[in-house]
């Protein structure tokens, strides 16, 4: 049984810094594209970041680009997600997924999905 748990959510400031980690099981990790998606209060879930199997590449949203940085280690099935110069409009539960298509992580086609992570940023 796949497995995807998120950690590392809570409560910061406009400005401040947060990490995600998502820690997989179940799965042959490596293998797998793994991407960092968000739903707003009231919106649609959206994408905001991926890293390929190696770590090798890495795409961001245009929201985030800059702030935030995609990483992976996969001696530990691990995912994480540094969010830097966080503001309101971060204000999201975070969803970690693992996806076998690389051209697939920015529409959200990916295969496993964790039941997310609370971020809030209080302004």
């Known amino acids: 049984q796949v497995q995807l748990v998120e950690s590392g959510g809570g409560l910061v400031q406009t400005g401040n810094s947060l990490a995600l980690s998502c820690v997989a099981s179940?799965?042959?990790?490596?293998?797998?594209?793994m991407g960092w998606y968000r739903r707003a209060p009231g919106k649609e879930r959206e994408f905001v970041a991926a890293?390929?199997?190696?770590?090798?590449?890495?795409y961001y949203a245009k929201s985030v680009k800059g702030r935030f940085t995609i990483s992976r280690d996969n001696a530990n099935n691990t995912v994480y997600l540094q969010m830097n110069a966080l503001n309101p409009e971060d204000t999201a539960v975070y969803y970690c997924?693992?996806?076998?298509?690389?051209?697939?992580?920015?529409?959200?086609?990916?295969?496993?999905w964790g039941k997310g992570a609370l971020v809030t940023v209080s302004s």
């Open positions: 179940g799965l042959t990790f490596s293998r797998y594209t």
């Open positions: 890293v390929s199997w190696d770590g090798g590449s890495t």
């Open positions: 997924a693992a996806g076998a298509r690389w051209s697939l992580a920015v529409e959200g086609g990916m295969d496993y």
